[in-house]
């Protein structure tokens, strides 16, 4: 009697979904690990790798990028963590010796410089946002607000105004300024040194527009590029700050 050859298995495959259900990725050959499959979805532009938490779809508990995927059909759940869009990056500063850096705040108590700028972990580029800055306290100048460029961070002399390459408001010596560009755009509200005070921004990337307010009263607005990956930008220059 002949037995009929055994059906050929079928190739192993990860089908990512959102928490509501939504199909974003077919992988139709296992990565090694969670790390390559983060990449995987980061190249088909759905979500940046920084942004993203893996969860098998059985399970509740986060996957680390260097977990190993098992070669099977299964399934995973993407969540987008929009943390490093607010959180200040530590690793990445020269300053960060002497830098105190926990998630969004930020204080500088082994300052060896005159100052230095400090900018999140990821850009913003799409999108509505607001976000708070709140200076408990700031000794001399201070500038928060948006920067192009990642690698404004630092005490380097040539980057010692963040505005000559962004849009921010500024405070300090008497006065305030909303600056973009190395321009003056219009005086603002000085700020003041150690009365909790808050500076709202907000940034919609799809108009190229960004407001800032003091607490909770408008200042003033600037045009910004549309859907350009911008880092969030803050400077301090005292210990105390």
Not at 22 to 36: M, R
Not at 168 to 177: M, N, P, S, V
Not at 216 to 239: F, M, S, Y
Request: charged share 20%; hydrophobic share 35%; proline share 6%.
């Amino acid at each position: 009697m002949d037995v009929p050859p055994e059906a050929a298995a079928e190739p192993a495959s990860i089908t990512i979904k959102t928490l509501s259900g939504e199909t974003v990725l077919q992988v139709d050959s296992v990565p090694a690990n969670v790390a390559e499959l983060k990449h995987l979805i980061a190249d088909s532009g759905y979500m940046p790798y920084a942004l993203q938490k893996i969860l098998h779809e059985n399970g509740f508990a986060v996957c680390a990028d260097e977990e190993t995927l098992e070669a099977k059909t299964q399934g995973m759940i993407l969540v987008r963590d929009e943390t490093p869009l607010w959180y200040w990056d530590l690793e990445g500063n020269p300053s960060r010796e002497s830098l105190d850096i926990e998630g969004g705040v930020v204080k500088c108590p082994r300052l060896p410089t005159d100052y230095t700028n400090i900018v999140t972990r990821e850009p913003i580029s799409a999108g509505l946002h607001y976000f708070e800055f709140h200076l408990h306290h700031y000794g001399d100048e201070q500038w928060c607000g948006l920067t192009p460029d990642k690698t404004l961070a630092g005490p380097d002399y040539q980057n010692a105004i963040p505005s000559k390459t962004g849009w921010c408001y500024y405070t300090g010596r008497g006065k305030g300024a909303l600056e973009a560009l190395g321009r003056h755009l219009k005086e603002t509200e000085f700020v003041e040194r150690s009365n909790s005070s808050i500076i709202g921004m907000l940034v919609d990337c799809g108009q190229g527009a960004a407001a800032f307010d003091l607490n909770g009263a408008i200042q003033g607005a600037c045009e910004i590029p549309k859907n350009t990956p911008l880092w969030i930008v803050t400077h301090v220059d005292t210990r105390r700050d």
